[in-house]
């Protein structure tokens, strides 16, 4: 699998819907670039100061290896319209795209293998902390790596 250097961590993030991609372009079976459908755009999601993360690893299980994504993303400030998109986008499938402070943009998720997952509502410790909502992504792709 190849290294990502995350140094930093994550200082931004963008999600798009399945529906709303054209293609997708693969190094070694893994996203490099997408080209949106006309009328499509990536909906940045406004990160809360508490950290994210996405981890990978390799799950070798009897239909054969599996590089397996799974990210959690805090969010702040979601307004209905962003809520309904994120919903609609977890079930159907998405793609993430992730830029870390090192300068490194890297995409997770294909249109054959999307990522899926959850959007809830965290609340926080006191009732001055408000509450965030945790976005919770999965995906699965073949690993293309030395086998």
């Not at 931004?12 to 459908?37: E, F, H, K, M």
């Not at 397996?68 to 795209?97: F, H």
């Not at 402070?101 to 965290?122: C, E, Q």
Request: charged share 15%; net charge negative; hydrophobic share 35%.
């Amino acid at each position: 699998m190849e290294q990502v250097n995350r140094l930093g961590g994550i200082v931004a993030a963008d999600l798009i819907a399945i529906s709303g991609v054209s293609s997708v372009s693969t190094s070694s079976g893994y996203p490099v670039a997408v080209t949106t459908q006309s009328g499509s755009s990536w909906l940045e999601l406004p990160l809360s100061l508490l950290q994210s993360s996405v981890q990978d690893s390799v799950d070798d299980g009897d239909a054969g290896k599996l590089k397996v994504t799974n990210a959690t993303l805090n969010l702040c400030d979601i307004t209905p319209e962003m809520k309904s998109y994120i919903d609609a986008a977890t079930i159907q499938g998405c793609i993430l795209r992730v830029h870390y402070a090192n300068g490194d943009t890297i995409h997770y998720g294909t249109k054959l293998w999307p990522m899926s997952g959850f959007l809830i509502r965290v609340s926080g410790q006191s009732t001055s902390d408000g509450h965030l909502y945790r976005l919770t992504l999965t995906s699965s792709i073949p690993y293309q790596g030395l086998q």
